[in-house]
């Protein structure tokens, strides 16, 4: 309810539509699936430009599992190519 899956734009955070292609751009020196990861357990490490930081929940970590973190970055990064 946060992020578009089928585009680029913004709902309230970053549309997820090819964000792998995003990520090198960003310049946080992490691979794709390292950055969706991080963005997850510890998403104020680094925020989107133009975004405020503390919108997204920051209890990720401790909400899910490794696996189902590791689940959810399999989906963004399915998302697109």
Same mark, same amino acid.
């Given at each position: 309810?946060?992020?578009? /899956? =089928? !585009? &680029? &734009?913004?709902?309230?955070? +970053?549309?997820?539509?090819?964000? @792998?292609?995003?990520?090198?751009? #960003?310049?946080?020196? &992490?691979?794709? !699936? &390292? #950055?969706?990861?991080? !963005?997850?357990?510890? +998403?104020? =490490? *680094?925020?989107? +430009? =133009? #975004? +405020?930081?503390?919108?997204?929940? $920051?209890?990720?970590? $401790?909400? *899910? ?5 590791? =689940?959810?970055? @399999? #989906? /963004?990064?399915?998302?697109? !190519?």
């Amino acid at each position: 309810t946060c992020h578009r /899956v =089928d !585009s &680029e &734009e913004r709902l309230i955070g +970053p549309g997820l539509l090819n964000v @792998a292609n995003r990520v090198e751009g #960003y310049g946080t020196g &992490e691979t794709a !699936s &390292e #950055y969706v990861h991080h !963005s997850i357990v510890a +998403p104020n =490490d *680094f925020v989107v +430009p =133009d #975004y +405020p930081a503390a919108l997204m929940p $920051q209890t990720y970590a $401790q909400v *899910f599992t490794e696996e189902e973190i590791n =689940d959810l970055v @399999a #989906y /963004v990064l399915s998302l697109g !190519s």
